[in-house]
């Protein structure tokens, strides 16, 4: 018999965001986080991979740079043994071959500083911004020029209500940083759009932190009008689409389910927005409390993998300030929300690998009406592709 | 140079049973067992697979459903986290898609009980049928109409010298049945052909059970004529070859190998009787014990691992009857003859799985006169296929 | 974007050594060791695999017999559960079919002593040689013909400088040979090309046997003229490359690389040498220490493993002399140097798997001129092929 119990109704509408659809190993050309400040001591290498690019990088002189990770000679894992004997070098713990930081050429051989190739040869380098705690990496063709700057790939600055405050942006001076990240089985899409998704908060209704917080959370968010969902195309800026959840004209909380006899629970209100950005940032205003702000990247490592990174941020001009955001940071955000709340996606985006990858579900899903801020994210995704990341692997078995 | 010192004699022989050889994945539109009553409670949800179709299983107001478990939306199993928020319907733990486990409609969605898909979309069921403790679902292509019968898919009844007595069927009243079930490496044909197989006795020569009982285990046992091997063929009903073990003109066991130096064990006589159903069922009259009938399920998971299936069964009357085969079952049956005895079974079963699999067994094997029956056993099978079980995905890496 | 950040310069190149590119699973119609003696004790039945040969070795009065693993049966493998009923017979533990050591003919079956298939079958027996504690089988076509002597597959008799003797042989007589073996990842000609490299010192500077002896290592060695490394093709016997350490005229050490500020370490000369022979076995005068011999034999598993074969020998003529060395061996020789100094050659052939593998290695790599002697290895080893191993799987999914 034929597989024909898996037939979505989805096949013919993937044209409209086809170049999404191909995006398996997701955009590149973008800047994308790769370690925290932290995780990156002086006079070390650590190895990370994004968009299928194996990327070594190396603190010198308290500068981040960012290398391929395969050395030339035999293609070793340079921070498979991280060798750092002077400042401004990465040498290869195998055979010797120092690179330079700064352009990635071989400087010398250890056992053989006259080698004839020396000076001949070089090692791909890639762009590196370090900026309030976390090293961004921008990945992609190596002939693509000038990258452009990194607010372009980071979610635009906003000021919300109801507060009419400015939110935490990840390059303002004076905010302050935290977060954890983490490899998960799943394609980076299905992280990302489980991220925006005004549908799924049936995954969260028994949450800790909710309960504790006696948060109101509806069983879902009716649309009025296809306003609710926002397109922002920023010229040369960031593109993105957002939930207008602040905008009462435009959102309908369904709060009771007759048919299946379940209502909403908790009575304590809590505003936040969200909106996804190219080519995969979350951002989550007023998240998990009023006044600091979360934001996820959706790192594709591979084509069933991604790295899941959460960071929460929030203005703080005093070490006090400074000080109470990490007590909480330990423990209050990272346990009940980073972990306790977003592990419930986690859930999700892993079970959900498995039907796109084994059972093509690009064109065997079957949307409904809560699906519309998704549909908008893919068409807007697709009208904003810089390049693909493609499999680097050449001659697999 | 070429692995030619993999080449067995039976490339040509194989077009005699070619529809068995190619039923990689087990044989469609046939009852399987799914679960053991007692496994699945009201009020929840389990997940089998069978020949590559994922199923939930759900148990409402005391009666067993069978649904797919693959929400149409976008393709996660039910049964990962089951909620069942009413009687007769599965909900979908991500985004609340509600299934009548009736005809399987979408008959509400719980975050928007006004979507516009309610109503007009569906998920397929399974038919079910539930018996003596165990729960039996009817597996292959949906349109296929009616089901036949389950008793068409069990073994045949029969009433069984010595005694002459009926021996217990999985279908009738005032029985009893015990057993357990597990996910074996190895295609279903070769544990189906390991059952019914009158030359592996050298496997079972050491075990606890016959050395405790003292049985006679022969060498082997001699077909003397082509009778040896029933085929049976009942219109409407069961299909199946059987080892005439109860006609002693029939076999002789072989009881020394001076070749090899070794003889018969045991002294004690022990009478059964084996036989080997479509699609894939185990009968074994008389075992462990006269009047008990062991039988046996090969249940195709997907073309290298099946659900390995022992139950056994006996007449019973009255609660005392029942409590003694209970006792019996957990202090004997179960550790001695399920577990003891047939671990040899399990361990030769999932050891011939690499041969089939990489070395294209079905062509590269060599069999003699002992295999017989099981030469039937092929013929019989590939003569009564309703459809064949397929691969169900679409779009591996 | 496309992986153009992999591009090496060496895709011109293997013309050279092309046959030798393409002996992805070893090199067929060669001796390589099996078991050491110690570990086939009479009357029983061991597994290995050769270049994709399942083998089962079986000792039987004293002698070691080598027959495919597989039984032409059901292609189970013979060593899975060892049954040994009379000397000079193997038998399948499943069926009961036997076969004679000698020249694997089906003697008889178990349970049917006179079915038809009796000697009408039988199943490939290979060579065997047991010398000094090893037995190695010789593999390869199965119509291959006469082997050529084990001693054509070993390194080459030589007498060594400073001290002129003979260095122990392992066909001498008087020698003792200890050692181990395990299987790793990585391809056999990534494991042999390590052993002889004189381009991967670095890897061993901080071993615990270099400290404690102190012993001087610098950081490369670099060849003077092309004659540092010597082609040995021997008519009719042993086909190797010698890194010719014994010749200072040859050679300079690299004691410093101001470029990385590091020097090397030690003050006390040792005086070893280091050679590669066809195919795929090293031998490594006076080491671990003076008067001792290491070889090594890359065995290929499979394309992707292979077996790593350490053995120390020496000369010794008396109780007293093998009671010292077999001390020396336990608590010096394997965990200072098999274990201690070779686990840092482990890891680095396991790191260079992957890029051979996934990244088309053998046309991606930057060789340097620390590697003429690994180029010269590979063109004597194109020059000398027997055969090719071959994956011998089917059908696989």
């Known amino acids: 018999m034929s597989a024909d119990h898996y037939n979505g109704t989805s096949a013919g509408v993937t044209r409209h965001y086809a170049p999404y659809v191909q995006a398996d190993w997701g955009y590149a050309n973008h800047w994308y986080p790769a370690l925290f ?26 500068k981040a740079y960012a290398l391929s990770d395969r050395c030339i000679h035999r293609g070793v894992k340079l921070s498979a043994k991280p060798m750092c004997l002077s400042e401004g070098t990465v040498t290869c713990w195998y055979h010797g071959y120092t690179y330079s930081v700064d352009d990635g050429s071989l400087t010398t051989i250890v056992g053989n500083p006259d080698d004839s190739l020396i000076g001949r040869a070089a090692i791909r380098t890639y762009p590196v911004e370090e900026v309030n705690g976390m090293i961004f990496v921008f990945v992609g063709d190596a002939d693509y020029g000038t990258p452009p700057p990194l607010e372009s790939d980071l979610p635009m600055r906003v000021t919300n209500d109801p507060n009419n405050s400015p939110v935490a942006h990840l390059m303002d001076d004076n905010i302050i940083v935290r977060g954890i990240h983490r490899k998960l089985v799943g394609n980076w899409r299905l992280a990302a759009e489980n991220g925006l998704d005004p549908g799924h908060l049936l995954v969260h209704w028994d949450n800790q932190i909710l309960v504790a917080l006696d948060r109101a959370l509806p069983l879902g968010v009716n649309a009025l009008t296809d306003d609710a969902t926002e397109e922002i195309d920023i010229p040369n800026g960031p593109k993105g689409v957002m939930n207008r959840y602040d905008r009462p004209d435009l959102y309908q909380p369904v709060l009771e389910n007759p048919k299946v006899d379940i209502k909403a629970r908790g009575t304590v209100q809590h505003y936040f927005r969200t909106s996804l950005w190219v080519p995969g940032v979350l951002m989550v205003e007023h998240w ?63 079970a959900t690998e498995e039907h796109y990858t ?27 592709l810089r390049g693909y990341f493609e499999s680097p692997y050449r001659d697999e078995d």
């Open 37 to 62: 400040s932290t995780e990156l001591a002086d006079g070390t290498v650590k190895g990370v991979t994004i968009g299928g690019h194996d990327i070594a990088l190396r603190r010198s002189a308290g």
């Open 288 to 350: 998990p409390i009023t006044d600091v702000v979360q934001y996820e990247f959706y790192v594709p490592i591979d084509d069933h993998h991604h790295e899941y990174w959460e960071v929460v941020a929030t203005r703080a001009h005093t070490d006090e300030e400074r000080a109470e955001f990490d007590f909480k940071f330990e423990h209050f955000f990272k346990p009940l929300a980073l972990e306790g709340f977003n592990n419930s996606d986690v859930f999700a985006r892993e």
């Open 358 to 384: 084994r059972f093509d579900g690009w064109n065997n899903e079957m949307l409904c009406d809560m699906d519309y801020s998704i549909i908008a994210w893919r068409k807007m995704a697709a009208r904003h």
